[in-house]
């Protein structure tokens, strides 16, 4: 998509229906907290997580297959402080979009 085109639907106002938290994190907030907490990852990085909360080429295209990324990203879920935070960072990011 052209800049110009790119810029013009940011610019039009926006109404978000449905969005769930869980496929709005950002992979760096989920690094943050795996290096935090102990979640038993031998190293948190993006790459390392990626494949566990995001959809690969080599994932089960099925409910179940999708469905275990959900799995996976509430084991992020440890305090009201991480929520606070993912929730903020996902109205931020979607403001963005």
């Known amino acids: 998509m052209e800049n110009g085109l790119r810029d013009r639907i940011r610019a039009l106002p926006k109404i978000e229906l449905h969005r769930h938290l869980e496929g709005s994190v950002r992979l760096s907030t989920l690094v ?3 290096k935090s907490y102990d979640l038993g990852l031998a190293l948190p990085t993006l790459d390392a ?8 080429d080599g994932d089960e295209r099925s409910a179940q297959g999708f469905l275990s ?3 996976a990203l509430r084991e992020f879920y440890r305090s009201p402080e991480i929520v606070q935070r993912i929730a903020y960072e996902a109205v931020v990011d979607a403001a963005l979009d």
């Not at 997580?49 to 690969?56: E, I, Y």
């Open 32 to 34: 943050d907290i795996a």
């Open 49 to 56: 997580l990626r494949p566990l909360v995001q959809m690969t």
């Open 69 to 71: 990324k959900f799995q």
